[in-house]
């Protein structure tokens, strides 16, 4: 091949590499606004494809509900403790009726005064979303040192707020507040904030071995693999796939996590506010809007063939 026949290859290949890109990333975005269209709710998302780059979001930056996702964060400063020295994996804490509240997990069922090890409650706080060990792990480690530890990673609108209160009516009072937690104007985001964006972020500096330590990092990735509330990112994923910590409210739906796609990974953010109907089943409307954008961001962002 002469240098002009291949200057003419090349002039004629960028191009349409270019529009097969611009082509599939409007596919992405009308697949998107179409499932979203017919929701009744409000919606921000971010999805970041780790191994090309590539990008995609809808109100990213806007502050957001966390439901039980800001537990990830909770662990994250629960690993920082244990790695400076404050806390040890083996240290027994101490079931209280204090701490027990309704909603997902089952250690309100046990009996007061059982012990358990740090790590244990992690993971129960993780596994099955525990909202009891949840405030056992806030009473040991403080809000404040969760907020401390988002502010290493620069991500400050991640806060956690206070202790979970429980769901329906059993509520307890409002206990284990942060600073952020006291100001007025975060009351509305109850247990914790958070940003698409800031939370895509933190999943990336995960995979990439950057929280607390390479270690850590791939421990944590580990807890978040064994997560069992798959019904948003995870719900037509192989579970192997997926790593997440998704968040429910009357009115929400969230889930934060890494798909390990045949293709590539993406760490995604999904939140769907707003909704009129109280529904805990596992059809929940954004529950199944979550794995409808799930699934659009994977193709659109190169990590899933349409086919899969």
């Keep these: 091949m002469n240098r002009t026949t291949a200057l003419f290859v090349l002039l004629w290949t960028v191009p349409c590499q270019f529009a097969a890109e611009v082509t599939k990333r409007e596919t992405m975005d009308r697949k998107v606004h179409d499932a979203i269209s017919g929701f009744q709710g409000t919606v921000r998302l971010y999805a970041k494809n780790l191994d090309t780059g590539e990008t ?14 800001i537990k990830l964060p909770i662990m994250v400063a629960t690993f920082r403790a244990v790695a400076d020295g404050r ?5 027994l804490l101490t079931l209280r009726e204090e701490d027990k509240v ?26 099955v979303s525990d909202n009891t060990a949840t405030n056992m792990v806030i009473e040991r480690i403080m809000a404040d040192a969760v907020n401390a530890e988002m502010d290493r990673y620069g991500l400050t609108a991640t806060r956690s707020m206070r202790k979970v209160l429980g769901d329906g009516k059993v509520l307890k ?24 964006k800031e939370m895509v972020t933190l999943l990336e500096k995960l995979e990439r071995g950057e929280v607390v330590g390479p270690e850590a990092s ?36 969230s889930d934060v996590g890494l798909v390990y796609a045949p293709k590539g990974r993406v760490a995604m953010a999904i939140t769907a506010d707003d909704m009129p109907q109280v529904d805990y089943s596992p059809d929940n409307a954004g529950s199944i809007l979550i794995s409808n954008l799930a699934r659009i961001l994977l193709e659109g962002l190169g990590a899933l063939s349409a086919g899969t």
């Excluded at 009072?173 to 698409?196: D, H, M, V, Y």
């Excluded at 990735?221 to 579970?239: M, N, P, S, V, W």
């Design 56 to 69: 995609y979001g809808i109100g990213e930056n806007d502050k957001v509900r966390t439901a039980s996702t």
């Design 87 to 91: 806390a040890r994996w083996d240290e």
């Design 102 to 127: 309704t909603g997902s997990g089952v250690l309100r069922e046990f009996s007061n005064g059982l012990k358990l090890p740090l790590r244990d409650v992690v993971h129960m706080m993780i596994v």
């Design 173 to 196: 009072e409002p206990s284990g507040f942060s600073a952020a937690g006291r100001l007025p104007e975060n009351k509305r985001f109850g247990l914790g904030s958070t940003t698409p």
């Design 218 to 253: 791939k421990d944590m990735i580990a807890i978040l693999k064994r997560q069992q509330f798959k019904d948003g990112i995870g719900r037509h994923l192989e579970d192997e796939w997926v790593a997440s910590k998704s968040g429910s409210l009357d009115a929400l739906r």
